[in-house]
Structure formats: C-alpha cells, structure tokens
C-alpha cells in the first residue's frame, strides 16, 4: 500500500469538489490541454460549444444548396464532378460537426429541430443567390477562403472533438478554394464576356464575405468569452484583416479588381485599409430578410422530411444487426444499393 501524503489527500480532495473540478478545467485550458467528452467542463462552456459547433453544422448542410443549383448546368463533365465532390464535401463537414456536438449531450434530432424552426442560425452568407456560373467559382475562392481563415485556429481550439474535426475539415476547404480560384482564373482570362462575369460575381460576393467574420470586436456579444476559453484564437477584426491581406495579391493575380474605392496598402500598419461594411445589411440577412433565407430553410425541411425513409430505414437496420439477424457483409451491400 502507497503512503498517502498530506499533499495528495488534499489534491485529491479538491478534485472531487466543484471548485476542484472547476480548477482543473481552469488549469487544463490555460495549459492548452484539450478538454474531452468526458471531462468536467463549466455549463456555459458546453452551451457556447453546442451553439457555435451547431451554427457551424447549419452552415456546411445549407451551403450546399446555392452550389448545388449549379451542378446539372456546370459546363463540363470534368467541372461538374469537382462540384458534386465539393458539395459531398460539405455534407461530410455537417456530419462531422454534428457528431462533436453530439458528444457533448446534444442529439442531432434536437439540433435540426432548431434549424428548421429558425431557434438556431447558419452563416448569412447562404441567403445570397448564385446567379452566373462565376458565383461558383467566387465561393470558391471568397467564401470557403474565409471558412479557411476562420477555421485553421479552430484546429488548435480547447474542446478536443471540435479541434479535431476542424483538421480534417481544413483540409478540405483548401481544396475548395483553389478549385473557385482555377475556376476563376480560366473565367478572368477567357472571353470579354466571362471575364465580365467572374468581375461581376466578385462585386457581389466580396462584402459579405468580410460580414462573415461576425460584427466588429466591440459589438460581438460571444467573443471575449470564447476567447478565454481558447475556443476562438483571434478576434473577428483580426481575422478579417487577415482575410483581406491574402486576398489582394491572388485578386491581382486573377485580374480581377476588388469592389472598394477605399482599399489600399497601409505602409505604417504593414496592412490593408479597407472600405466601411454595410453593418445595416449584415443585420437585415441576420433577421431572415435576405434574398433567400424563406427559400434556403424550406428546401432543407423538405429535403428533411423526404428523407424520413433513409432514416427510418437506417434505424431498422440498426435494429437488426443489433438483434444479430443481418450479417455485417450484407449490411454493406444494402447500403452502397442505397447510396
Ligand atoms: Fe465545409
Ligand atoms: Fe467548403
């Protein structure tokens, strides 16, 4: 038998308490340690977790309807098979997010509920329309660009599920980009008229890309805490100053022009200014009053609803095998016949 120490017994003590657990979340975040499914964590600390990782699912499961409009008019058989790749990509990104807020406690059921009956909210960016085939390729290059920005520092963030998820992710997303800014790079030097249209998908994608960073530092409502939490890494400001500074050489290189009078090199701040963004916008497509939030939200609850029988028939199966009735092998033809 080990000889308890005065030290131990009182370490061990604190840590069956509250206090104790509390400090010893304190002291892992602050360690940079990654908090895991089964650690203690503060309530709030779960609830931000479960609202953000949740509002991040939306966002890659709604994304991929404005895409998706595009895949049985792409112009090439070889265009088309990288946009349906992306747009299962996405589907994959939502799956991964839901299952990290799964292992907090919160069901997927429950989350979609709040989806489909507005409770919870997907980037604004996805109630704007894509009208030419260039919009493809300036979210490509704009909006998965600033998903990349935003998502690598997630990749380091304190909840282990998320962190992890978030790796896999990015690398993904950096292949998103690149295939919006091939797309357009061969637009901007094709004809006059396809350079005119991927000039005109950038005017109409460029600002609320910026707005997807969320509101400026002082009015965020949710950043200083998850700053504190070492969920967040970097303020909104900051990573959309970031954004800007690596697209102004590729917009050069594209020979495309960025739709602000206001953007110059800053030789003092060795950054990028930029023009004031249309804040009052940003909150109107928040509210539900963009182009297409009633559009986006009812398509997902049908493609919901005619997806009751995949679920059902999922469960069923489930059911089975659980009973031992349907050998693994089986299992696994039925679902590529249904895939
Ligand atoms: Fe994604
Ligand atoms: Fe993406």
């Known amino acids: ?9 009182a370490e061990a003590t604190m840590e069956t308490t509250a206090e104790g657990f509390e ?11 990654r908090i895991e499914p089964r650690d203690w964590m503060p309530e709030a600390y779960r609830a931000s977790l479960v609202r953000q990782i949740a509002q991040h699912a939306h966002s890659e499961i709604i994304g991929m309807q404005p895409e998706a409009n595009w ?8 265009r088309k098979a990288i946009l349906m790749a992306k747009v299962q ?14 292992t907090l406690g919160t069901g997927r059921e429950e989350l979609l509920d709040k989806l489909h009956t507005g409770r919870q909210k997907y980037s604004s960016i996805f109630n704007y ?5 260039a919009d493809v390729g300036a979210i490509g290059w704009l909006v998965d660009g600033a998903a990349i920005t935003n998502q690598v520092p997630l990749c380091r963030c304190s909840y282990g599920p998320y962190a992890r998820a978030m790796v896999r992710i990015c690398k993904e997303e950096s292949f998103h980009q690149r295939q919006g800014y091939e797309l357009l790079l061969a637009l901007s030097n094709g004809t006059p008229a396809q350079h005119e249209m991927a000039q005109d998908a950038v005017n109409r994608w460029w600002w609320p890309s910026l ?3 969320g509101p400026p530092d002082d009015e965020s409502a949710h950043s200083a805490q998850s700053m504190a939490w070492k969920i967040k890494r970097h303020s909104n400001d900051e990573l959309r100053q970031r954004f800007v500074d690596i697209c102004v050489p590729q917009a050069e290189a594209l020979g495309l022009a960025l739709p602000d009078p206001d953007l110059r090199w800053n030789e003092e701040r060795g950054r990028h200014d930029f023009g004031a963004i249309d804040w009052a ?8 009053n963009g182009p297409c939030n009633e559009q986006r939200i009812t398509q997902r609850r049908r493609a919901h609803e005619e997806g009751a029988w995949v679920r059902d028939a999922a469960a069923a199966y489930a059911t089975k095998r659980r009973a031992g009735s349907v050998p693994a092998e089986d299992g696994v033809r039925m679902m590529e016949a249904t895939a």
């Open 1 to 9: 038998m080990t000889a308890v120490t005065a030290g131990t017994a």
């Open 23 to 33: 400090a010893a979340f304190d002291a892992a975040v602050a360690a940079d340690e």
């Open 71 to 78: 895949i049985s008019r792409a112009p090439s058989l070889r």
């Open 89 to 102: 990509d996405e589907a994959g990104h939502g799956l991964y997010l839901y299952s990290a807020a799964e």
């Open 129 to 133: 329309p894509t009208l030419t085939w």
């Open 211 to 213: 707005m997807m960073f």
């Open 281 to 288: 916008e940003f909150r109107e497509v928040l509210k539900g």
